[in-house]
């Protein structure tokens, strides 16, 4: 890395930054910051990344002063403020620092009005669902300027002691006038006992309704019926795509055992193999 400008490196070490698997990022961070030797370019020259990551990811903070977990993500990011987000369930605003990953100073942000009825039925609805389908699941739901809404949703599930982590983020757009849905669910699943294996899905849903905006609970609870529906589809085609691979590709691979029908002793193996090394010698 000596080799290399500072521009070079904080594109090597952005790239990791942004490919961090989930529940690693603070590992990840500290490793990289080890190839840079200037601290100060590190801090200043990474921040896009982390930005990029924080918002992608949907990183959960707790605003302060309060128990309260609010996603940062893109759809709450206020325009010409980096760093600052709202959170519609609170009506309040909050700066976020992308690099301690914490909210702080949070402020009060009034709601559209034209909006807010359906924004928070929906909001309602959302978080009896994630409540009952996510065991960790974290929910917020924007409006937006062009009267839509937007929905998403996080549940990290972190098992390091195990070497496994894995995180769930769904993002559903919703036009109330048409009924229309339209979803983005991705997975990332990273396992790394004696090797280094991720899973990377995504997948694109557009589903509709009949149901008006007339009233908004019942609108909200048709929403939640064609996000459920959906996200269990999208779950259960996961499930059976990787019995499927452990029970016949992985299979069609490799012999179950070896054409003398007894298991091999691979340590038996090596030490064989050291000792006619030794004996050549």
Same mark, same amino acid.
């Given at each position: 890395?000596?080799?290399? +400008? ?7 070490? /952005?790239?990791?930054?942004?490919? @961090? ?10 490793? =990289? ?32 002063? +309060?128990?309260?977990? =609010? ?48 924004? +928070? ?17 974290? /929910?917020?739901?924007? +409006? ?8 998403? $949703? ?23 006038? /048409? ?33 008006? =905006?007339?009233?908004? /609970? ?22 059976? @795509? ?26 038996? $193996? ?12």
């Amino acid at each position: 890395m000596e080799a290399l +400008s500072t521009e070079d490196k904080l594109k090597i070490v /952005s790239k990791f930054l942004l490919d @961090s698997p989930p529940g690693e990022f603070n590992d990840v961070f500290n490793d =990289v910051q080890v190839l840079m030797a200037d601290d100060a370019a590190f801090q200043d020259g990474i921040l896009g990344a982390l930005r990029e990551y924080n918002t992608e990811q949907f990183t959960i903070a707790k605003l302060p002063l +309060s128990e309260s977990e =609010v996603i940062v993500s893109k759809f709450g990011q206020i325009k010409d403020k980096d760093d600052s987000y709202i959170d519609p369930k609170s009506h309040q605003a909050f700066s976020f620092d992308h690099i301690r990953q914490i909210a702080t100073v949070a402020e009060p942000y009034p709601p559209d009005e034209n909006t807010e009825p359906l924004r +928070s039925a929906v909001e309602a609805a959302i978080e009896v669902y994630v409540k009952d389908h996510y065991p960790d699941g974290v /929910s917020t739901v924007y +409006s937006t300027e062009d009267d839509t809404i937007t929905i998403v $949703i996080v549940d990290n599930k972190y098992n390091s002691s195990n070497f496994w982590n894995g995180r769930w983020r769904s993002t559903w757009v919703v036009k109330p006038e /048409s009924g229309e849905l339209k979803g983005s669910l991705k997975v990332n699943v990273h396992y790394y006992e004696d090797g280094n294996v991720q899973l990377n899905s995504d997948k694109e849903v557009e589903v509709s309704t009949s149901t008006t =905006v007339e009233n908004p /609970s019942a609108a909200a609870a048709a929403y939640v019926r064609l996000i459920g529906k959906a996200e269990n589809e999208c779950q259960t085609a996961l499930n059976e @795509s990787y019995i499927e691979l452990s029970e016949n590709t992985f299979k069609s691979l490799r012999r179950a055992l070896p054409l003398t029908r007894k298991k091999l002793d691979w340590d038996k $193996i090596l030490n064989y193999k050291i000792g006619q090394e030794l004996a050549n010698k």
